[in-house]
């Protein structure tokens, strides 16, 4: 009968002894134990755990809604306001995007157009409503004599989005994501103090106004960030939907007289 013990065995005689403190058996190199003599023994093993001392008390977690609102707050320009949202850290989305979309257009236009969250395009060029949504916009507006930049005093717009930052595959932004940079688009739209915000989509009236149903707010005057706002359809749903044109073709009608009306 093979008297070797089996490996269970083995493992059990070695925890045994690792327990009473043999944490070494054979060295690699031969020891001169005469030359140990009159030294200190290394303190031995005892198999125990030494206390550890407790972990620093780290305070509660920034929240991200009032560090916005505070960065917001302090911009004293769309310089300022640009450079906050650049330093802002608290938003997942910036690490997945390649560029802030801050604006485009006139800062002194009339109107100030929002739509929802920059696309590929935009977070490649760093612009909003490029692409063939920006191109269809900018058609639209062209419709009712307005542009980006238009030569004409009282003709040009001024173009932003309610997040600066690309979601990953274009999905809809989440609730505490507006929640989070909501403070942003509201100092945007005090500093650029527009007599018209367009609301373009649902995202954008869910940031302004609280509510959603693009198709039953569009065209009806309300109010958003202080200012008289009219929801539309975003022009990425009127390529999707070639049908609803005819109800933005009356919202952009709506928008013209209005202006007009404000010029008497």
């Known amino acids: 009968m093979d008297s070797q013990p089996d490996f269970h065995a083995a493992k059990a005689l070695l925890e045994w002894q690792l327990e009473l403190g043999a944490t070494e058996a054979i060295g690699d190199a031969p020891v001169n134990r005469y030359e140990l003599a009159g030294r200190e023994?290394?303190?031995?093993?005892?198999?125990?755990?030494?206390?550890?001392?407790?972990?620093?008390?780290?305070?509660?977690?920034?929240?991200?809604?009032?560090?916005?609102?505070?960065?917001?707050?302090?911009?004293?320009?769309?310089?300022?306001?640009?450079?906050?949202?650049?330093?802002?850290?608290?938003?997942?989305?910036?690490?997945?995007?390649?560029n802030l979309v801050f604006a485009d257009g006139d800062p002194a236009a009339r109107v100030m157009i929002l739509g929802e969250a920059p696309g590929r395009d935009e977070d490649r060029q760093g612009l909003p409503f490029v692409g063939r949504a920006g191109r269809?916009?900018?058609?639209?507006?062209?419709?009712?004599?307005?542009?980006?930049?238009?030569?004409?005093?009282?003709?040009?717009?001024?173009?932003?989005n309610v997040l600066p930052w690309r979601p990953p595959?274009?999905?809809?932004?989440?609730?505490?994501?507006?929640?989070?940079?909501?403070?942003?688009?509201?100092?945007?739209?005090?500093?650029?103090?527009?007599?018209?915000?367009?609301?373009?989509?649902n995202i954008s009236c869910q940031a302004g106004m609280g509510q959603r149903g693009i198709t039953r707010l569009r065209g009806h005057w309300a109010q958003a960030y202080?200012?008289?706002?009219?929801?539309?359809?975003?022009?990425?749903?009127?390529?999707?939907?070639?049908?609803?044109?005819?109800e933005a073709w009356a919202d952009l009608l709506e928008l013209q007289a209005r202006l007009r009306e404000n010029m008497k």
């Open 226 to 246: 202080g200012k008289p706002a009219l929801p539309m359809f975003h022009p990425a749903y009127l390529l999707r939907n070639p049908a609803a044109k005819r």
């Open 41 to 98: 023994p290394a303190p031995r093993a005892t198999g125990r755990l030494e206390p550890r001392a407790s972990p620093p008390v780290i305070g509660k977690a920034e929240d991200p809604v009032a560090a916005a609102r505070a960065a917001a707050e302090a911009a004293g320009d769309l310089a300022a306001l640009r450079a906050a949202m650049a330093d802002f850290e608290h938003c997942e989305l910036k690490r997945g995007a390649r």
């Open 136 to 160: 269809l916009l900018d058609r639209m507006l062209e419709a009712i004599g307005l542009a980006r930049h238009a030569e004409a005093c009282g003709k040009s717009v001024y173009i932003s």
């Open 169 to 201: 595959q274009n999905r809809d932004p989440k609730p505490e994501e507006i929640a989070m940079l909501l403070p942003f688009v509201e100092r945007h739209v005090t500093l650029v103090a527009p007599e018209i915000v367009v609301l373009m989509g």
